[in-house]
Each structure stands twice: as structure tokens, then as C-alpha cells.
């Protein structure tokens, strides 16, 4: 029975001592208690996992509602086309400067976290910015409803028009909980000692990338079928 | 900030307020418990359910008192309306399918002992973990409400058909504000769900301890992770699903009601929608909804066998690669719930292969379980007969399932009760199964007490028995043409079957009876029972390595280091037979995984 003795397993190098106190992945790299962000780390594997399950699951649902679009305008012939409204294309560069803002915003902090630029006030504007872009992109999708309204395309109107208002409503939702993650980023960076974690940005803005993907996506979509 | 050092340590701080340490806490362990719990009201409810419908189909026209109180017009006098029959069938399935075998074997065990199995001191998202108990408790309300709205709760059935579904209170009783209802629950439902998966998979991916390897996990964690996988891709599916019903009900869409239909001598305002499509979105999701009931079982069932087999099962890996196959399968099958929706025929054997395939997976495991049993010296305990009953009415129920693999068989069987009894003893009663198993278990690690054994193999032997009473009969009555779906059958071709009929409810009603005798052994064991050991059951699995109850941060302020394979039994060691996962013993093992 007994064919091979058992060995420890092989622990890296930097892990030998005593167990690590945490390896509990959102709170790793929380800034030491001295205060200094300069030494914290983006290294937080599970809050990473976290949002690309999470994204995995928006993209899952969006597929869903994709294959119900298109069943039902193949089911029958009551689909009737209409011209989407402009301002979404005008919303569509919004939302991709946003996403190059908060890029920006990110590229700033990381090098404030680094050492390399001193104040915080550079990656905070940046941030701003991203949340006003966002802020328009909604009030702008809220503009492209009011037109269909104004055209007398209601929700119950026709499944195009019910199809064009659930795709772009759930989509303006998520981008809320993208603008609520936003907040949560300039009010930890904005106070007395910055509290904001690289790795907290970071899931901010793979989450808002993703809208813009998704935005993307959707509009091709819409133009497409609709 | 001054606390951060602190934070660093732990998540997050222990509770000291009542409420957030038992209602609104952060720790995945009470959060477990909370999902038992929410589990166990919610069988005892369904299991009345089918108590009434089970009397009402043996006896008609007998009144049960009390009745009238729940629904005047529902059940005047008593006796069950042919619509409420059908409102509470809907309800009865609702509650079990989603509050009881998604709730307890996956998101009740898996909350609870997931993080330990790992080696971690929590889920990396608590708050995200709380608010997915508390979602589900908020679904589970919404579902009940529907009780108590005045047309009571939907009548379509926990699948939910359109354009039954979707068409309003023109449909019949509770198909207005009940079906809406019905919708709403099931929505938040799936988010609590996707919130859980969320964090099952980040646990497993990112919160494993030193040591703690993929194959090093127990096949319980397996389960669990694997289970998470297909959840978060089928809630995400059935929650645009429900959104569509929603919408076609409230805000006059058709999505699922085509053109022209007349219900009631109406002619219905609803223009072009698919009727198949809600049930291609719902069986989507509904298919391997199956999987994540039984899934959860299948792991829980593996942890306690090979824990009274005291050797390892013949393969840790396969068991593992198997229940992955399931999971990948389960999406590719679904279409045989629809054999009999007009699809073409060539759909029909496009899904009817995937499903005669996703037998392998599951025949292999119970051969591994089977193999591994032979020849061993089983210890024999509430718990690992509760794990061979599971084995029994998996296979039971399994064996059913090849026929109705089969669209032309399928056809024929599909009304019927065949298919009631396939999928009570495979999905429900097998992961029932796992449920008691899993807590005969692991009761004294939660609560630091054992369980009476003596009751808990009463319980057994009347559950074991019952079920076969109720559920095998089933298959005849299925067979010999008995539809399914209706409230009596005393004045038609099936009124010669009434007498098997009246075997299954006095069946029923003697194992629902039996139940209570959990109950009794659950309560009166959690207060008076006697303390347990930190290990009782001389388990390998880091669960084991810690006192009864865990404390707080599970290891107590330090997380472990795993040296071994989850299930080293059969072997030498200083403890006896078996060595701990976290011992750093240097032991003779028959093989280690790597």
C-alpha cells in the first residue's frame, strides 16, 4: 500500500515563516497603519476574481436578453424599424472619453501611490471628470428616450421600441452602479488621509471599461436590428 | 486610518450588537446558518403543501379544517378549488425548487463551510454575502405575499408556461397580481444567487490557504465552486426571463403572448410575442438548476462517505472531472423539458444525445462511490446511510431518466406521472438526501453538540422507505396513462388507480410525519444535546481542525497550513487511520494529489 512518502509541499521562497495573517485578497494591500500610501500595493487576486465574475454575469444576462431580441423579431412580422435617435452616438464619445479619463485618473494615482507626484489632487480632478462624463452619458440616454417618446414610440409601442428601452435602461443602470463605485473612489481619496486602495480603483475601472464594451455591443445591436 | 493594522488581521471586527451578530452579520458562518434556517421554514411550508394536495387527491370531496382560513374562495368550506389545487401546486414547487434545494445544499453548507474547507477566515466579500441572504429573504417574502393578495398565488405552475404566465388575471385566479408576484421573487431570487456565486468562486480561486491546492480541495468544495459556476450563468438567465414576464405584465409589452389570442371570449390587446421563448430562457436556466440542487449533494454525499469508508474513494480526480462534465453538459441538454413544444425533431435528437451523454458523468461517479463501498467497513451512522440513500434514489430516479431522454417515449410519458416521480427521487429526494446527510454531519461542528442518533436513524429508515411509497408508484401511475397536473380523477379512466392513489397520500402523510422527527432531534439536540468532540467523526478536512463551534475568524487569528490530500485514510499515522490536512506529519499515503 504504502509506495511513495509523502513530502510537504514546496513553499515559495517568500512565503516561508509564519502563515501569512491574511491572504483575504481585498484587504492585503490596505495602506499600513502609519498612514503612508506610498507602500501599497495592487495585489488583491480576489477582488479582481470578484469583478470579472461579476461582468461574466452582466455579460450572461445581456446575452440572454440578446437571443430573446432576436427569437422575437424572427417570430413574427409586427417589427417595425426606426431611425435610433443621434444623440446616442453623441453619448457613445462621452462615454469613451470617460473611459480615458479615469484612465488617466488611474495612471495619476498609481504614480501618486509610487512616490512619483506628490499631490492627490491631480488623479482626484481626473476622477471628477470621469463622473461628470458619466453623468452626461446618462442624462443623454435620458434625452434619447424623451425623443422616442416625442416621436410616439413608447415602451409597449412595439417590441423594437420595448427592446430599445430594456437594453438601453439596463444598461444606464449598470452604468449607475458604475457612477456609485466612482463616488466611493473620490470620497476614500478625497479624505483627510487617503483611504483608497489601488486594487479598489482598479475593479472601478474594469467595471467602467466594461460599460463602454457593453455599450458598444448594444448599439451595434440596436443599429443593426433596429 | 489608526485602525487599519487591525483590519489587516481580519476582515472585518467581531460583532458585538445582537443584530450584527445574528440578523444583519458579516460572518459567512452565521449567513450559512441563516440560509439553513430560511430552508427549513420553507420545506416544512412546502411539505404541508403537498400534504393538502395529496389529501385532496386521494379524497375530494373531503374537507380539510383550516383550510377556508387561507383562502375563502381558494377553498370554501374546506375542500380545494380545481384552481387553488393548482395555485398551491405552483407554490409547492416554487418553494422547494428555489427556497429549499438551491437554498440549503448550495448556499446553506456552502456558506458555511466553504471558507473553512479553503482555509480562509471568511468570504472576501462579506457585506456582498450578506446582502445575498438577505435578497433571498426578501424573494422569500415576495413569494409568500402571494398567499395573500386577494386572487392567492399564481396557478401556472413553478415553471411558469406563457402565455398563462403572461397574460394577467384573464388567465385565471391569481395569474394578475399573484403571477407578478411569482416574477418579482424569482428576480431578486436569482440576484441573491449571483451575489453568492460571486463570492463561492473568489473564495476558491483566491482565499485558499498555503498549501491548499485545486486537487487538495474536498470533494465538497468541488461541488460547491462547480455549482457556483452554473449558478452564475443560469440566474443570469432566468432573471432577464423574469424581467420579460414582468414587463408583459405591467407595462402591456408581448414578449411571450402572440397575436390574436382569446382567452375567456376576450380577444387578448397582446401582438406577436414567442411562447417559446420563455420556455427556451426558462429551461436554460432551468436545467441546470437541476445540476445546482444536486451538485451541492453529490459533494456533500462524497465528504461523509469517504469519511465512514476510512480509505479513499477509488478517485478523487475523476469525481471531480465528472461533476465539470455534468455542469458543461447541463447547458446543452436543456431542450428535452420540450420535446413536446412542437420543436422540430431533429432539435429533439440534438438534444436528446447531450442528455443520454450527461448520464456518463453521472454514472461514473456513482460506480466510483459504489467501487469504493465494496468491500469496505462502512461505519454505519445517520449520516452515511442518509449519503447511501442518496446513492439509492439518485440511481432510482436516474433510471427514469433514460426513457424520457427519449423524444418518443418522451411524448408519451410526458403528462403524466412518470415524470413527477422521475424528477422528485433524482432532483429532490436525492438532494433532500444530501441535505440530511450533510447535517447530520456537520450539526456538531455547528453547534458543538451531537445529534441523536437513534432518531436520526427512525428518521431514516421512515424517509428511506417513504420515499420509495410515494415516488415509485409514480412511474406505474405515469405508465398507465395517469396525467399529471390535475385535482381529481374520480369521474374519467383514471378512477381505477385511485386506490394507488391513496397508497402514495397515506405515504406521504406517515414520511411527511417522520420528518417531524427531525425537526424534534434538530431542536431538542441543539439545546440538550450532548457537547461534541472537536472531531467526532475523525475527519481529514480542515473543518475538523478547529473547536465546535468555529470561533469568530475560524482559525482563531492565524489560518492553517495544508501538508496533505483531503481524504488521507487507510493509513498509520499518530492519530490512528487517517492524518489531518493541516498535520505536517510525514506519513506512508497511498498517493498524494499534487
Known sequence: MATTVHEPPKIKSDNVGEPRLSHNGGQRDLPPSFGSLRTVHDSSPASRTGVWVGLAAITMTFAAFTSAMIVRQGTSLDWLHFTLP??????????LASSGALETARKRFAAFVAGRQSGRAVPLLWLWITLALGLIFVAGQYLAWRQLRAEGLYLATNPSSSFFYLFTALHALHVLGGLAGLMLAIWR???????????TLSTVSYYWHFMDVLWIYLLLLLWMRI | MHDMSEHAVHHHAP???????????LDHKVIGEQYYMLALVAVYIGLVLSWIMRIHLAWPNVAIHGLQFLSQTGAPGGILTPEYYLQLMTMHGTIMV????????????????????????????????MTSFWVTFVGFCVAMAAFFVPQGPPLSGWTAYAPLSALGSVAGPGQGTGQVLW????GIFCIGQLLGSLNFISTTLDMRCQGMSLMRLPLSVWAWFITSCIGLTA???????????????VAGTSFFVPSNLVVNDQIQPHAGGSTLLWQHLFWFFGHPEVYIAIVPAMGVVSHVLVTNLRRPLLSHRVIIYAMVS????????????MFVSGMNPFSSIAFSFPTLAITIPATIIVLIWIGSLYGSKLRINTASLFALGFISMFVSGGISGFFLAQPSLDIMLHATYFVVGHFHLVMAVAALFGIFSGTYFWFSKVTGRMMNETLGKIHFWFTFAGAYCIFMPFHYLGMAGNVRRYQAFVDDFMAPLM???????????????????????????RFWGPKAPQNPWEGTSLEWSIPSPPPFDNFGGKLPVVYHDPYQYGIESSTGDYVMQDSPEKIDTVRDER
Open chain 2, 499 to 525: 386506490p394507488v392513489h391513496k397508497f402514495i397520500t397515506i405515504a406521504a402523510l406517515i414520511t411527511g410525519a417522520a420528518q417531524l422527527v427531525f425537526l424534534y432531534n434538530l431542536i431538542h439536540s
Open chain 2, 235 to 249: 440566474f443570469a438567465v432566468l432573471m432577464p426571463a423574469c424581467i420579460l414576464l414582468i414587463l408583459d405584465h
Open chain 2, 98 to 129: 428555489f427556497f429549499v434545494l438551491t437554498t440549503a445544499p448550495f448556499a446553506g453548507f456552502g456558506n458555511y463551510f466553504l471558507p473553512i474547507q479553503v482555509g480562509a477566515e471568511d468570504m472576501p466579500f462579506p457585506h456582498i454575502n
Open chain 1, 189 to 199: 481619496l478625497g479624505q483627510s488621509v487617503s483611504t483608497l486602495r489601488v486594487s
Open chain 1, 86 to 95: 443621434p444623440v446616442l452616438y453623441f453619448n457613445t464619445l462621452v462615454l
Open chain 2, 183 to 186: 416574477a418579482v421573487s424569482i
Open chain 2, 326 to 337: 455534468i455542469a458543461f453538459l447541463s447547458y446543452m441538454v436543456y431542450g428535452h423539458h
Open chain 2, 15 to 25: 460583532p458585538t450588537g445582537f443584530i450584527r451578530k445574528y440578523i444583519f452579520s
